[in-house]
């Protein structure tokens, strides 16, 4: 039973450790059509902000894990001001190979200005130790990533639904020019979404951070390409398919650990990728995911 | 006051519209006719900010709007409608004029709150549809459902694209009433457009024909009636 419930939490943590990046992804990306593979770099920018803020000697892992996601915020507001927004209009292959440009600029930011290996970060390791919750022992970390993930998931749902703004940016996402011409402004619901997507990195980072102790210049690349694979499960777009798709990605990942003999292990992702392959086969708009209607004269 | 001043827009080579001129005053509903791909709706995108003009300009008030933007031309005072229906099919028929009611209460606030939107509602013989999805509505609905929308920017002008497009002649009659009685309340400015030339010739006070992008007539629907241009575009050079 215990075995049983750990394995759960493990797969439930890393689930939502990628369904927190694949949502920042969709959410991006239903509204304006934008693959941010540069939101990895989010991730790297809130833990290179708690890495200079350990340096100059602030130590206490709460304020070092705010100041973390406040920098996460501010860096993807920043990435849409200078790189996206005079790309908006352009195809969606510029957009993608500006993802990239901006991703290898500050990844050799971090590399030339820091290290270009990795450097120990353990301000968060203290979430790694073991709690008792009703007899059973359970990592702190993975109940805290659990928890903060449905609680944020829980909040953006409340946002998206209840907020003036957040029905705007619901409406946006299936057709972006009729919001305009309800007179909201574009830039504003973009730089919105970009805060979200930078936010829900930025606590991802804590958790990626925490587990790793670590930081190195490409630490976002695996992250943000399992939440890629992610969205991609759950249908590209859809904000709740991101989410289920990062659950499923995480429970396949620690079940198909769970099957293979151990000697096997190195396959897992090779099997992983097999199994979305072919539920891509039967769903090519993944689990969520409709079919784009088109069919309108004026688009 | 709305005035389009000598605009023209291509696509390529393919001249939608060729210095076109137009103006409509306050609480004027002004009819828009011409055969299809004459650029009726190429104008509307341009006056409404999806096109930006090629050549020439759209004032409001003597301010010139066109090129700047959908989001400007909605904030200044202009609303529309579409031909092909673009409501936010998941939000609740009120969640869809909310979206265009918070621009009002942002840019005009003083209107935004004699707007009674309920009132609204009910006169459109919307009332008791105001929680359902937009997109499970029947087609009629639907286009009742962004008139209301284009009418909580609270606007000084509306652009109705084809609003009787798929209404019966009871539905379209009815409809005319409201588009009159939003008017009179309200000192709207319309331009409509519509295939039926009976509704707009019943509807509006004065009447635009387009044909290949250019306007080649312009009066009272009598006057337009029995133009000869207008009777060629409409049913063929006599042989």
Partial sequence: MDYALQQFLNAASFGAEYALIALGLAIVFSLMGLVNFAHGEIIAIASYAAFFLILVGIDNPAVVALVAIAASVLGAILFERVAFRPVRHAPVAT????????????????????????????????????????????????????????????????????????????????????????????????????????????????????????IEPDMGFMPVLKAFVACVIGGFGSLGGAVLGGFVLGFVEVGILLVLPQSMGGLKDAVVFSLIALLLVARPQGILGSRVELGDKER | MLEIRGVSKSFGGLKALDCVDLAVGPAEISGLIGPNGAGKSSLVNVISGLLAPDGGDVRLEGRVVSGQGPERVARAGIGRTFQNLRLFPALTVLQNIEVAAQTARECRPDRAVAMDLQAEIAALGLAGAEQLDAGTLSYGDQRRVEILRALALCPDFLLLDEPAAGMNEAESAMLATAIRSIRDRHGVGLIVIDHDLHFIMGLCERIAVLDMGRKIAEGTAQEVRHDPKVIEVYLGAPA
Wanted: glycine share 10%.
């Fill in chain 1, 95 to 214: 957009g993608l190979l500006t993802a990239f440009g901006v991703s290898i600029v500050v990844q050799n930011a971090f590399l030339l200005f820091v290290s270009p290996r990795p450097r120990p970060l353990p301000v968060f390791g203290g979430l790694n130790r073991t709690v008792e919750l009703g007899g059973l022992k359970v990592q702190l970390l993975q109940l805290l990533e659990i928890g903060v993930t449905l609680a944020a998931i829980s909040a953006l749902l409340v946002f998206l639904r209840r907020s003036t703004l957040g029905l705007a940016m619901r409406a946006a996402a299936r057709d972006f020019n009729t919001v305009r011409l309800m007179g909201l402004r574009a830039n504003r619901v973009i730089a919105t979404a970009f805060a979200i997507s930078g936010l829900l990195a930025g606590i991802a980072a804590v958790f990626i951070v925490a587990r790793r102790g670590s």
